[in-house]
Nanobody, 123 residues
Framework: VQLQASGGGLVQPGGSLRLSCAASGRTFSNYAMGWFRQAPGKERESLAAINWSGGTTDYVDSVKGRFTISRDNAKSTVYLQMNSLKPEDTAVYYC?????????????????WGQGTLVTVSS
């Protein structure tokens, strides 16, 4: 699976962005998808995950109620809607695909990774 993340950019605090991750190469609907981020000098952080069908999602506490993960299997794309953005959300955001198909996985369970898209939250 090849993953191409897009949608990052500069946004003011309190603003919104929607990230997209387009997949190609294999059957997208077989894979669970996750979004991660890595800020400078920090470890990669799991943010959100969605199972193969889109029926189950999971979020880290720091983004619950602000971020929403969704997928469109017909378009082989996963999205991350980010609202109420804060300066501490500044990071490179990555999407990833896991053959296990379910949520509740760690980074090591993801088989394919996108190249990352930079999100900067600043006034």
């Amino acid at each position: 699976v090849q993953l191409q993340a897009s949608g990052g950019g500069l946004v003011q605090p309190g603003g919104s962005l929607r990230l997209s991750c387009a997949a190609s190469g294999r059957t997208f609907s077989n894979y669970a998808m996750g979004w991660f981020r890595q800020a400078p000098g920090k470890e990669r952080e799991s943010l959100a995950a969605i199972n193969w069908s889109g029926g189950t999602t999971d979020y880290v506490d720091s983004v619950k109620g602000r971020f929403t993960i969704s997928r469109d299997n017909a378009k082989s794309t996963v999205y991350l809607q980010m609202n109420s953005l804060k300066p501490e959300d500044t990071a490179v955001y990555y999407c990833a695909a896991s053959r296990f198909g379910r949520v509740g996985l760690g980074p090591a369970d993801y088989d394919y990774w996108g190249q990352g898209t930079l999100v900067t939250v600043s006034s």
